[in-house]
């Protein structure tokens, strides 16, 4: 009886063991998707920044921006 519960107890943390590993994974994937997205948006952003002022922006906020 209690080899029978320890190896259903096995069989359980085999089966959440293999739940985790693919979260996990999943969760993964979603970020780098995610960080995929985000590189793209910032290359459009700066496409259109380039378009609208005629040169790249600098990456510190201007003086007015900082509310100086």
């Not at 209690?2 to 994974?25: F, G, K």
């Not at 005629?54 to 921006?65: D, H, L, Q, V």
């Amino acid at each position: 009886r209690e080899a029978d519960q320890a190896t259903d107890e096995a069989i359980e943390a085999q089966n959440l063991a293999e739940s985790a590993r693919e979260r996990a994974a999943a969760a993964e994937a979603a970020a780098t998707r995610s960080e995929q997205g985000r590189r793209e948006m910032m290359k459009r952003l700066r496409h259109l920044e380039s378009i609208v002022c005629g040169a790249p922006r600098s990456a510190t906020p201007s003086r007015e921006e900082q509310g100086l």
